[in-house]
């Protein structure tokens, strides 16, 4: 079902982004001197934190857009604490990715984007594991386990939408496919959930950002032609 | 419009992913411990129960088989198995590994992951690791070896009613072969097993029956030694062409086991590691 999900959403967005080329092309010397840069949050971990007892977070996102290429930045941290019967889980980090979009919106006059993108992130985290279990051949297994301070990277695949809704606020999407993860060496205790990816027994996973950013212009853009 | 039917359909996508674990069975903390004897195939039915140190736990086999499945501990990154044999003997094995704990869900707590199989010290003859990682289901993951003691034959007393046979099982307090044995015979019900005398052409056992009766039972065979393929185990002596040579049990007619595998060294003329029935004798 996975494998469906993955199939349909690269199509439907190859599918958008055809539909996004304009017919009339003119060509202009690409300018790749930066007009502008945009700071943004993600809203789905502060609307998360507020209903999610088991989730804390929050993430900010910069880019910098060169001609049709975004330098992409994003900084947050996460927080989960789990309750089982047998066990209480927590933990917490901080992670950063960066990474380049490509917008394929050349000539919206309004700068919105429909882009495609790669990232590389990296995570710092702790973790702890209190468990209370009884085996019927083992008896007690009774024991805390704690990593600390453990370091992750792993890559993503990723496209969305920015648009323009008023002045310097743009709103926007970014879907992730996360995969390749790599944990640094925790004897006792198989990490979890790595801030910034999910869970670390996941050979791939699915990211959502829902972001608002303020954009700041630097300088004006050039003349974009919008017919010939 | 047209944007929000966008948005709302990648976060569909992204929240139909969000899957949750099955939690039957996380852990993959049984292994299978497979016995083979070396040149002959499979070890069957020569084990009576494993052990683990330090726990009241016995695990058997189940009944005829050449594998058992074995459990790991969570936590520690040692275990020794002890094994008991049907002559009597023990092994033990020592196991290492590495256990690992990782959460799983809420709903599924956690889940034990063993991996790194490695024999630390055992007394078999050979230890192979075959999968160093369980699996779940289970699968084999050790192959004991053992060298091949092809020096038991197999007797089996039965009795004919009329055009019925059936097994005869007699009542014997012992049985004493006529040499210095490390082995033991052992019954069966109605079937013994006999250590043979591998200096000799010829070995006789006297049946100690309850009733005071003393029986003799004379086997005799052709010994035939061969080297051994694996460079750890001695020279092997076969014993081939078994008859009754002597006997002072009221035999009606013998009759070789025509069931048994027809390789050469497999007859049921010859002796076989694990040992079988060679022959039934009729009372």
């Known amino acids: 079902m996975r494998y469906f999900y993955n199939i349909t959403f690269i199509l439907l967005s190859l599918s958008l982004a055809a539909v996004a080329q304009d017919k009339d092309t003119v060509k202009i010397k690409p ?16 609307v998360r934190n507020s209903y999610d007892k088991t989730f804390s977070g929050w993430e900010v996102n910069g880019d910098v857009d060169f001609y049709r290429y975004y330098l992409t930045v994003d900084y947050g941290s996460w927080g989960r604490t789990y309750l089982s019967d047998t066990s209480s889980y927590s933990n917490n980090g901080t992670y950063f990715r960066v990474g380049v979009d490509v917008n394929f919106l050349k000539k919206d006059p309004d700068r919105n984007m429909f882009f495609f993108g790669a990232r590389y992130g990296i995570s710092n985290f702790s973790e702890d594991l209190s468990v209370v279990r009884s085996s019927p051949v083992w008896g007690p297994l009774n024991g805390d386990y704690h990593n600390s301070d453990v370091n992750a990277h792993w890559l993503e695949l990723t496209t969305g939408l920015r648009v323009k809704i008023w002045k310097f606020i743009w709103m926007g999407y970014t879907a992730r496919l996360k995969f390749g993860l790599k944990t640094g060496a925790t004897p006792d205790m198989l990490p979890h959930d790595v801030p910034g990816y999910g869970r670390a027994d996941e050979d791939s996973y699915w990211g959502f950002n829902y972001q608002i950013f303020v954009r700041f212009p630097v300088r004006k853009s050039g003349a974009i032609p919008l017919k010939k | 419009m047209k944007k929000l039917t966008w948005f709302v359909f990648f976060s569909i996508i992204a929240f139909s992913c969000l899957n949750e674990p099955d939690c039957y069975q996380l852990d993959n903390d049984e292994i299978i411990v497979a016995f083979n ?28 088989t050449s594998s058992l499945l074995l459990p790991l501990k969570p936590v520690v990154r040692e275990l020794e198995y002890v094994f008991r044999w049907i002559d009597g003997s023990r092994d033990t094995l020592l196991l290492g590994y590495s256990s690992q704990i990782q959460f799983v869900s809420d709903e599924c707590a956690q889940r034990y992951v063993f991996t790194g199989l490695n024999t630390l010290h055992s007394t078999f003859d050979s230890v192979r690791v075959f999968n160093g990682t369980p699996t779940y289901p289970a699968s084999t993951n050790l192959v004991i070896y053992r060298c091949a003691k092809p020096d038991i034959g197999g007797v089996k007393f039965r009795t004919t009613l009329g055009t019925t046979a059936s097994d005869s099982v007699l009542s014997v307090e012992s049985v004493e072969p006529d ?24 070995t006789t056992f006297e049946f100690n029956m309850t009733d005071g009766e003393v029986k003799r039972l004379a086997l005799s065979y052709t010994r035939v030694v061969k080297k051994s393929a694996i460079h750890d185990c001695d020279p092997v002596t076969f014993f081939t062409k078994i008859k009754i040579a002597e006997t002072t049990f009221d035999t ?32």
């Open chain 1, 31 to 46: 300018d790749f001197r930066p007009t502008g840069f945009r700071i943004g949050t993600d809203l789905i971990p502060i």
């Open chain 2, 252 to 283: 009606v007619s013998t009759n070789f086991i025509n069931t048994a595998p027809t390789t050469s060294v497999t007859k049921s003329t010859s002796t076989q590691d694990p040992a079988i029935v060679n022959f039934e004798i009729f009372l």
């Open chain 2, 179 to 202: 040499f210095a044995s490390a082995l033991h015979v052992l019954q069966d019900e109605a079937s013994f097993y006999l250590p043979l005398n591998k200096d000799a052409d010829q």
């Open chain 2, 37 to 64: 004897v070396m040149g002959f195939g499979s070890d069957v039915d020569t084990l009576v129960d494993v052990r683990i140190s330090g726990t009241d736990s016995i695990f058997y086999p189940a009944t005829v």
